[in-house]
């Protein structure tokens, strides 16, 4: 046991003294101090170049979005007349809504989950055009040489 030996020991609620453990949790403070720092670090590399600071957030953007509203929609479309009822059946009905094909094969039924929907729809239009320029601004930038 390397690591959270501390705590355990503090723990123990029959050893009062022991108790002065906690204490030593404030070092758990200097660990997030340096881990912002580490991401400050990742985030000015990653938006030294604009397009590509763009490019990666929108992707970071389109997954997260993806993710929670197969979550939302799974909770939400309870309804027995609903046609997502797994994990995958959400996981699809996201990617096709944020990428706004539709095909219909999965669609909400609820007023909760219809929500969701005008919420992904609007987000993927958003995300898919800043992709669009993300690649367009290969074709446009001008090479120094």
Do not use: C
Not at 71 to 90: C, F, G, H, M, W
Not at 91 to 96: D, G, L, Q, S
Not at 118 to 143: D, H, N, P
């Amino acid at each position: 046991m390397k690591w959270g030996w501390i705590d355990l020991i503090s723990s123990v609620p029959a050893i009062s003294y022991l108790r002065a453990g906690r204490v030593l949790r404030l070092i758990r403070l200097l660990r997030l101090i340096r881990a912002f720092r580490s991401t400050q670090m990742f985030v000015k590399h990653v938006f030294r170049n604009k397009a590509q600071g763009a490019f990666t957030s929108v992707s970071i953007l389109a997954v997260l979005l993806i993710i929670f509203s197969s979550i939302a929609i799974l909770q939400v479309e309870r309804d027995p007349n609903s046609n997502i009822k797994t994990a995958e059946d959400a996981i699809w009905w996201a990617y096709v809504t944020i990428t706004t094909v539709g095909y219909g094969d999965k669609f909400p039924v609820t007023t909760e989950g219809r929500i969701i929907a005008a919420v992904l729809m609007t987000a993927g239009v958003g995300l898919f055009g800043t992709f669009t320029a993300y690649v367009s601004s290969w074709f446009v930038v001008v090479k120094e040489e």
